[in-house]
């Protein structure tokens, strides 16, 4: 009795790493839909067509754990005169603080469109490959989900005649 016991929570403590991920993949799926949608507004004030002057206001370290080769981002703001702001990465893979400290203030086109969603003149967006990315994690959810579900209701169950399913 103790050794059925035993081996049932062994099987658990290994299997919960299993249940983990499959609730980070259905999270990581979630996140990347949105991501599409995200795109679909960028594309949305491209297609707009208005273009303001945003000013960047803030630079943001790449990996604050790492010293060498250290890269920073530029992050623009701007409000509009209904007060909706917005902000966004005018530039990535500046190398070095001071030079990433030289562009604040300064001034970057941005399109926007009237709802808060805005991007960088000149600045691409990638539906493609978020909705490729969201498939995929969509699809890697649901086989783990699968997984999930079959280990717990079918596993280890007992068939009438008295045999194990296999």
Not at 22 to 28: A, F, K, R, S
Not at 63 to 88: F, H, K, M, Q
Request: proline share 1%; charged share 25%.
């Amino acid at each position: 009795m103790k050794f059925e016991t035993r081996k049932k929570l062994s099987l658990w403590a290994c299997y919960i790493p299993f249940i983990i991920l499959t609730l980070v993949l259905i999270v990581g799926t979630g996140r990347l839909w949105y991501a599409c949608k995200e795109e679909i507004w960028r594309q949305e004030a491209i297609d707009n067509g208005i273009t303001v002057e945003a000013e960047i206001v803030r630079v943001h370290s790449s990996d604050p754990n790492t010293v060498a080769n250290r890269t920073y981002s530029l992050w623009y703001e701007y409000t509009d005169e209904t007060g909706i702001r917005y902000y966004g990465v005018a530039k990535n893979y500046v190398s070095g603080y001071e030079t990433a400290e030289k562009y604040k203030g300064t001034k970057v086109n941005i399109y926007i469109d009237g709802k808060g969603n805005s991007i960088v003149v000149g600045g691409k967006t990638h539906f493609e490959l978020m909705l490729a990315l969201s498939i995929v994690f969509t699809a890697l959810s649901a086989i783990s989900l699968g997984f999930d579900i079959w280990f717990i209701f079918l596993k280890g169950k007992k068939r009438s005649d008295g045999s194990n399913l296999k």
